[in-house]
């Protein structure tokens, strides 16, 4: 059923028009703001620990979304917030809700299976027809969904996106704090669960680009 649900996401994928939607500038999610201060997230308003790894820290918090509950984890990078994600158990209906509510502001670029990816535009630019592009995409996430893991990129749709015939190409015409989502379907049947995840990937490279070039001390 979930195979048969995931698959109808191809069918919801629109030719790239470059449609103009309006979106709060550097929120992850909601209003969850990049770079927000870690001390702005308390265990009074709801917060805790979730930290996994030795490199970043995590905070989660249960909250509401296209009215289902989701646990959201917020990752910070040296105390500021720099993603957010939301993880549930995944049903045919709260998949086909989550991926109507990503595509009212979001554009389909990338499908994943965690191993090689499948960039939408080339598919769409080199296919002979619609037809054609869409029996490749469906070929190619049958086989991820057979595997127990695909991943959809998003991008946000509120910048002009005609003229970009892959990914990369996308991504570098993108304004600096534009919005992907990754909406990851992983495991099948009754251990299917869905996690969406909101970053800023230019911020963030900009970041990394000004720590790796800041002056090293002599010694």
């Keep these: 059923m979930l195979k048969r649900t995931c698959a109808l996401a191809l069918s919801m994928v629109?030719?790239?028009?470059?449609?103009?939607?309006?979106?709060?500038?550097?929120?992850?999610?909601?209003?969850?703001?990049?770079?927000?201060?870690?001390?702005?997230?308390?265990?009074?308003?709801?917060?805790y620990d979730c930290t996994t790894s030795p490199d970043t820290k995590s905070k989660c918090i249960e909250l509401a979304f296209?009215?289902?509950?989701?646990?959201?984890?917020?990752?910070?990078?040296?105390?500021?917030?720099s993603m957010v994600s939301l993880l549930s158990p995944l049903d045919r209906e709260l998949f086909l809700r989550a991926m109507t509510a990503v595509k009212?502001?979001?554009e389909m670029v990338v499908i994943s299976d965690g191993k090689s990816l499948l960039d939408?535009?080339?598919?769409?630019?080199?296919?002979?027809?619609?037809?054609?592009a869409a029996h490749q995409m469906t070929d190619y996430e049958s086989a991820a969904l057979n595997a127990g893991n695909i991943i959809y990129t998003?991008?946000?749709?509120?910048?002009?996106?005609?003229?970009?015939?892959?990914?990369?190409?996308?991504v570098e015409m993108a304004p600096d704090n534009v919005r992907t989502a990754d909406f990851?379907?992983?495991?099948?049947?009754n251990d299917a669960y869905m996690i969406l995840k909101f970053s800023l990937p230019k911020l963030d490279q900009k970041k990394l680009e000004k720590q790796v070039n800041k002056p090293v001390e002599s010694f």
């Design 14 to 47: 629109a030719i790239l028009s470059g449609t103009q939607n309006a979106a709060a500038a550097d929120n992850l999610f909601k209003d969850y703001a990049y770079d927000s201060p870690i001390t702005k997230y308390t265990e009074a308003d709801g917060y």
């Design 104 to 106: 009212k502001n979001f």
């Design 154 to 170: 998003f991008i946000e749709n509120d910048f002009p996106i005609d003229g970009a015939r892959d990914f990369r190409r996308l």
């Design 184 to 189: 990851i379907v992983s495991g099948v049947g």
């Design 120 to 132: 939408v535009l080339q598919v769409l630019g080199k296919s002979a027809n619609v037809q054609e």
């Design 66 to 81: 296209i009215e289902h509950k989701f646990t959201a984890s917020l990752v910070f990078k040296n105390d500021k917030l």
